[in-house]
């Protein structure tokens, strides 16, 4: 398998969904081979599942915009309806939001844009949270993988207990089985046994169409 000839990076090794097979298989598709020509890349969005990504590029070259979390989406122009997301080339994107946030006296600087040429040999970490849409130039291979690393843990807790408390819960036992020096970063107060049923809260899925789209 291509997975089998590389190595994950050593700051990006550390991965909290591998904590446990159960942890895992709420998540399988974390981890993907990127190829694309001149023009092709990747709508403007957040990971799913408030993870971080790591993306080493192969050959050719990239072209990243990145804004930080919490950006209002409709100043930047993410598409609003699957359809458009799924169906809308990611160029159009550059076309027409990019020029008006890019300019002078445009909002690209108060909304912290930032922009990034990736080559050959780059690697680029997006944390967790963070809008991000990328352009190819020519084309490129890149392999890139999605994590929870332990230094977002803190940022992911809330949103994650919210979004599935269930596999908050599951992921909660795992640190306090094989990392408990992680414990720290939560609230005190979600370090008290759980005492709610697992059937108020949603159980993993496979999340694996979430993944694809990216």
């Known amino acids: 398998m291509l997975f089998e000839d590389y190595e994950r990076p050593?700051?990006?090794?550390?991965?909290?969904?591998?904590?446990?097979?159960?942890?895992?298989?709420?998540?399988?598709?974390?981890?993907f081979f990127c190829i694309g020509g001149e023009r092709t890349g990747s709508a403007l969005h957040v990971d799913p599942h408030f993870t971080s990504a790591w993306n080493t590029l192969l050959c050719g070259e990239k072209r990243w915009v990145l804004f930080?979390?919490?950006t209002d989406s409709k100043e930047i122009g993410?598409?609003?309806?699957?359809?458009d997301k799924v169906a809308?080339?990611?160029?159009?994107?550059?076309?027409?939001w990019y020029p008006k946030l890019a300019a002078a006296n445009g909002p690209g600087a108060r909304l912290g844009m930032r922009e990034?040429?990736?080559?050959?040999?780059?690697?680029?970490?997006?944390?967790?949270?963070?809008?991000?849409?990328v352009l190819n130039h020519g084309w490129t291979i890149a392999v890139t993988e999605n994590q929870l690393a332990?230094?977002?843990l803190q940022r992911s807790w809330q949103p994650l207990k919210k979004m599935n408390s269930k596999l908050a819960r599951r992921l909660k036992q795992a640190l306090q089985e094989f990392r408990p020096e992680l414990l720290a970063l939560l609230p005190v107060c979600d370090l008290e046994?759980?005492?709610?049923?697992?059937?108020?809260?949603?159980?993993?899925?496979?999340?694996?169409?979430?993944?694809r789209m990216w």
Do not use: K
């Not at 809308?88 to 027409?96: E, G, Q, R």
């Open 78 to 83: 993410v598409p609003v309806t699957l359809q």
């Open 116 to 133: 990034v040429i990736q080559r050959a040999g780059d690697t680029i970490y997006v944390p967790a949270g963070w809008w991000h849409t």
């Open 68 to 70: 930080p979390p919490g």
């Open 150 to 152: 332990p230094a977002m």
């Open 10 to 31: 050593p700051l990006f090794s550390d991965d909290l969904w591998d904590l446990t097979p159960e942890l895992r298989s709420a998540f399988p598709l974390n981890r």
């Open 88 to 96: 809308t080339p990611c160029s159009y994107w550059w076309h027409d």
């Open 193 to 211: 046994d759980d005492a709610s049923s697992d059937g108020d809260a949603e159980a993993p899925t496979n999340d694996a169409d979430n993944f």
